[in-house]
Nanobody
Framework: QVQLVESGGGLVRAGGSLRLSCAAS????????MGWFRQAPGKERDLVIA????????YYADSVKGRFTISRDNAKNTVYLQMNSLKPEDTAVYYC????????????WGQGTQVTVSS
């Protein structure tokens, strides 16, 4: 089992920045990929950014390229989502997720953290 706990959401003005954290615990050695999803009211949950636990080039959704970056602290088993130049359309609940098999769906989820960007 893998447990994920997000933190760092909040209210920010358009153009501002926020950093989200996702602390992983449990069988972290089994993680294959970590991802950040977001879900706006009335919309589906979409993958925003993902990173293989072993490293490599991250995946970025087109909507966040050049504005969001993902990084990790191996010692803390923590993944960070740095969000810059935020827009009102970035408003959503952001979820951290993990999977242990690259061919399977994400199976471990955090509780979500609200990000609200005011215009």
């Amino acid at each position: 089992q893998v447990q994920l706990v997000e933190s760092g959401g909040g209210l920010v003005r358009a153009g501002g920045s926020l950093r989200l954290s996702c602390a992983a615990s449990g069988r972290t050695f089994s993680i294959y990929t970590m991802g950040w999803f977001r879900q706006a009211p009335g919309k589906e949950r979409d993958l925003v950014i993902a990173l293989r636990w072993s490293g490599g080039r991250p995946y970025y959704a087109d909507s966040v390229k050049g504005r969001f970056t993902i990084s990790r602290d191996n010692a803390k088993n923590t993944v960070y989502l740095q969000m810059n130049s935020l827009k009102p359309e970035d408003t959503a609940v952001y979820y951290c997720a993990a999977k242990i098999d690259g061919t399977m769906p994400y199976e471990y989820w955090g509780q979500g953290t609200q990000v609200t960007v005011s215009s």
